[in-house]
């Protein structure tokens, strides 16, 4: 199987879906709207709406009818890229290879970039036609949760307000910083599909399995990575003096634990009994990415 | 009729509600529950849930059912001043006479209780249980719609990155800004109660006439009220030499349109043919009040 062009054909699909969300209608606002592309369109690889799709399809939709939801994941992921940059957060000049939004588009439009993300997200959403309303609900639900509070803002929060100094605080914000809204992704797959509790649960634990050790290569990349291949500046955690996996658990230990998280998700996979080669491959592919 | 006894009985019973949405159970991120319950309770005259409410009684419901999609408009309503009032957009220290979020907890915790408000919003209206599904998603795409790109993120586009020098433009961003809001309380009590078509596009003529009375009256109080009165700076428009109705119409013409549209939306009430007489009186109350 040629995982490499299953995804180009993904990728391809969902930037499609992706650009007619935010047309230039010659409006008086269609500055926001092109924020929000540029952030939004080329960069980025698509990993939580392949997700969603892959999960969806696993459990027996067809994947046509989901991808409002797999573009929302997309959108959701790129306003909190956004709003992380900003000067009061990261402030972080470069993303996906280009100056980052705000340096763009000046700090209050990508503020409200990131809001406008966030809000059409949920709208796609909740326009889902030919799925039962019920389980778009429910969907919607999960979705906000992994994003809210109890998910990636909580753990936005830990990781800018938070001295981390053990290992279980550090992993407790990976959760929901980085897991959580790959949790959603293969989650509302099972949920669009109707797959039943102990699919959600499968999904669950590997979505927390990968998540983790996505995290962990990509603190190992940025404190070796060169700047033009990940396409952001590099040594930016060590400049922050952020406690990261690697400065805890030192290089070795870190990819290890990548390694076991990889191999313990695609073990979970297994469990599913339907067609998980694509999920396989690509699980496998986000351990040895260089970006 | 009692209206200020009703009213109060309102925002007690929203209240209680908001209250229970942002609890403190001590986990490492509680600051931004913090930050959001600080924005998000005392202050506010809760218009926004209460015109809900009330539409969705107006057209056959049990008020019980809607209160998630209540507070949710209060949230996505608290957001929007949260995310206003950041340095890099109004810049303003003060709201609902205290020190706006980021004076109180910084800026970076301000701008994620903004987004965690957001999307915490959409949560619980996806949670809503005992109206239909279907209800449920269209008035959620109908809410997200009004607070983003063609409605309140739209208006705070022009308001923030457009000179407005004439009649039209200012009405479009106070119609975005202000009435998109008011116009998705209204219409999704329409739509949840399962109005139909004609309906929901009285309940949107209604709120577009409120909207524009609210905002002229917004804006002839900032260029006279006292700040100890309307709880923020007075006199921040002209600070920031801002247009508005004020300056663009003059104070005359400005209160003669504000009551104009105030009498425009009574007369619209009376077209739905049934109890209409808190509407009545909340919208009269509207016009008159002096914060």
């Known amino acids: 199987m040629m995982i490499d062009g299953i995804?180009?054909?993904?990728?391809?699909k969902i930037d499609s879906r992706l650009d007619i969300i935010f047309p230039i209608t010659g409006q008086p606002y269609d500055t926001v709207s092109e924020a929000s592309r540029y952030s939004l369109?080329?960069?980025g690889k698509r990993i939580r709406p392949i997700l969603l799709l892959e999960f969806y399809k696993l459990c027996g939709g067809n994947d046509d009818c989901a991808y409002n939801f797999a573009c929302a994941l997309e959108m959701i992921h790129t306003y909190s890229l956004i709003h992380d940059d900003l000067p009061c957060m990261d402030n972080d000049d470069m993303r996906r290879g280009k100056p980052s939004c705000h340096i763009a588009y000046g700090e209050s439009m990508a503020l409200l970039a990131g809001d406008n993300l966030l809000t059409e997200a949920f709208k796609i959403c909740a326009k889902t036609q030919s799925i039962p309303a019920e389980r778009v609900n429910k969907a919607i639900a999960y979705l906000a949760?992994?994003?809210?509070?109890?998910g990636m803002i909580g753990g936005q929060v830990i990781d800018t307000s938070v001295k981390i100094d053990n290992e279980q605080l550090l992993f407790t914000m990976y959760s929901l910083k980085t897991c959580a809204?790959?949790?959603a992704a293969a989650v509302c797959g099972v949920i669009l599909a109707g797959g039943d509790d102990k699919k959600i649960s499968l999904a669950e634990s590997y979505a927390e399995n990968l998540g983790i050790a996505f995290q962990i290569i990509d603190d190992l990349l940025d404190s070796e990575g060169e700047a033009s291949i990940i396409g952001k500046p590099t040594g930016s955690d060590s400049k922050n003096d952020k406690v990261t996996s690697v400065t805890l658990l030192g290089r070795e230990r870190a990819l290890s634990?990548?390694?076991?998280?990889?191999?313990?998700?695609?073990?979970?996979?297994?469990?599913?009994g339907g067609d998980v080669e694509v999920l396989k491959e690509l699980t496998k592919l986000l351990l040895k990415r260089d970006r």
Chains 1, 2 share one sequence.
């Open 7 to 12: 995804l180009r054909e993904y990728k391809l």
């Open 41 to 43: 369109l080329e960069g």
């Open 145 to 150: 949760s992994a994003a809210g509070t109890t």
């Open 181 to 183: 809204l790959i949790r």
């Open 257 to 272: 634990m990548a390694s076991d998280m990889t191999n313990g998700a695609i073990e979970i996979l297994d469990q599913f």
